[in-house]
Every structure is written in structure tokens, then in C-alpha cells.
């Protein structure tokens, strides 16, 4: 079973040998490839082999490299992640629009719950208002629910003065948090043999993870949540909170009955939104629960 993060952040040669991945720096590390779910290449002097990238996106296992600043900026994909890869996406092109607003529904409200959830030991009444959002969302949440939700929600979190659109340390760990769950997201989509661009919400022509994006929403408060138990002291992430960001995929939930990594609650949620689409039924929907 893959549970390992691996994290690469010193200049090194990273190849394939005997189906272990094998980074070669100033001191030399085997990892066994079937225990990889995540491999992130933080630094630019990195040599990788084809050869195993390869073994590695075989595997499906989220490949992320890092830009100059060391934040994710690009991800490896298949081109075809299934055996059905044609069927899937002709049927993606064919899901309804009332399939597609009450599915999107379903995922903001329950997006909005677990912001309620993460502020609950916080501030209790702002919680109860937050909460009182999620059960106003209409089919395609015509009526912008989520985006007031939103502002309430991180100015609660964060402070008064915190918008996510102004550059800031705290914005930099949410965003690391995001891209490392957006990862996981795109790479379970084409595992299904669907594509990313085409997405129930967002319609971005210049995003090219509209899906990832849409089904990764009622993830987001866990890094949120995350980022809050973090000391804002520096000026740049520290090795440490990128480590924990990205150790988010291997912590526990509870879905369909059962404990599950977030990661393996990511497969069996995105599964079911997509049965939802196409079956146009929300009752398909296996949501995950977390202690905030």
C-alpha cells in the first residue's frame, strides 16, 4: 500500500533501480516505489531519469515539481489513466446541467459544513452562521452561498484584515496545502479515465484542472485547518510546515464506514461524484468526516 510522501529538497539524482527509487545526494536514500503515493521535487538542480518516471506514473503516483521559490508550480499526469479512457470522456462531455447544478450543490454545502466544523472550537456563533449558509445553497449555488461563506469564514480564521488575494506567509502555506491536494485530485480524475479540463463549476480556459479543482473543495478546511496550528514567524515556508502540508494526504478520515488516508478517501469520494454525474443522483456522494 502507498502511504509514503517523499519530499526532495537538496540537489540529487533521482533514478530507478530494482523498483526502488533512489536519491542520490550527498548521502544516498532507497524507497521502495509500491510504499510512494506523492513524490515532490522542490529543488530546480534536481536530474530525474525517465526511466523512473516512468515506474512512477505506471504506478499513478502524484509526481509535483517545484518552481525557483520551491512552491508547486507543475505536476506530472498519464495521458490515459484507464482502459475506457474514450467512453469516460464522452460520457463527461454528455453530463447534464441539472446533473452538474445539483452535484455542485452537494459539494459546496458540504464544503461550507466542514468550514462550520474547522471554526466550531473557535468561535461557536460564527460557526452556527457559517453553517446556516451551507443549508441555503441552491443547484449550482445560484445565489453565491460558498463566496459569502467564504469571507466570514477566513476572516474568522485568519483575522479581520486577511484576504487570500493579497501575498502573504499565510496565503503561501494554504496555497502549498491546495496544490498538494489539487495533485492528488487530477491524478484520482484520470486514474478514472476522465479528463481534467472539462469541470462541473469552474470553466477556466486557461485552468486545465476544472475538475481536480471542482471535487477538491470539501477538502480545502483540512489544510485550513492545518495552516492554523502553524507559528506565522518567518518570511517563507519552513521545511517543516511543508512536510506536515504534505503529510495531510496520510492523515485519517472516516468515509464510507470505515477509516481511510485522506488519500484513499480522495479515490473513493471522486468515484462517487462521478457515478453521482453521470446517474444524476446525489445520493451517490460519499463525503468524508474529520476531527477538526
Not at 84 to 91: A, E, P, Q, V
Not at 169 to 190: E, M, P, Q, W
Amino acid at each position: 500500500m502507498s502511504w509514503r510522501v517523499v519530499i526532495v529538497s537538496s540537489r540529487a539524482k533521482i533514478e530507478l533501480k530494482l523498483n526502488y527509487l533512489v536519491i542520490r545526494a550527498e548521502e544516498t536514500k532507497r524507497i521502495f516505489i509500491e510504499e510512494i503515493s506523492v513524490l515532490i521535487i522542490e529543488n530546480t538542480g534536481c536530474a530525474v531519469t525517465v526511466s523512473l518516471l516512468e515506474a512512477l506514473w505506471k504506478k499513478k503516483i502524484a509526481i509535483i515539481f517545484c518552481d525557483g521559490k520551491r512552491l508547486p508550480g507543475a505536476q506530472l499526469l498519464q495521458l490515459y489513466g484507464s482502459y475506457d479512457t474514450s467512453t469516460k470522456i464522452l460520457i463527461q462531455t454528455h453530463w447534464s446541467q441539472e446533473a452538474k447544478a445539483n452535484v455542485w450543490r452537494e459539494i459546496v454545502r458540504e464544503k461550507i459544513f466542514n468550514q462550520s466544523a474547522c471554526l466550531r472550537r473557535i468561535d461557536a456563533v460564527v460557526s452556527d452562521q457559517v453553517y446556516s449558509y451551507a443549508l441555503r445553497v441552491l443547484p449550482g449555488d445560484e445565489t453565491n452561498r460558498e463566496g459569502h461563506a467564504a469571507k466570514v469564514y477566513f476572516n474568522t480564521l485568519f483575522s479581520d484584515s486577511f484576504s487570500r488575494s493579497e501575498p502573504c506567509l499565510t496565503n503561501s502555506c494554504l496555497d502549498y496545502g491546495y496544490a498538494i491536494l489539487l495533485s492528488a485530485f487530477a491524478r484520482t480524475v484520470v486514474a478514472n479515465g476522465y479528463i481534467t479540463q472539462l469541470g462541473i463549476f469552474h470553466r477556466n480556459t486557461f485552468n486545465e484542472y476544472n475538475l481536480a479543482c471542482d471535487l477538491m473543495e470539501p477538502f480545502r478546511p483540512i489544510v485550513d485547518h492545518c495552516v492554523l496550528g502553524f507559528s506565522i514567524d518567518d518570511y517563507e515556508l519552513s521545511k517543516e510546515q511543508k512536510l506536515m502540508l504534505a503529510s495531510i494526504l496520510t492523515s485519517d478520515v472516516s468515509i464510507d464506514e470505515s477509516r481511510h488516508t485522506v488519500l484513499d478517501a480522495i479515490s473513493i469520494y471522486v468515484k462517487s461524484v462521478l457515478e453521482a454525474l453521470e446517474a444524476n443522483d446525489v445520493s451517490r456522494i460519499k463525503f468524508y468526516r474529520y476531527e477538526f
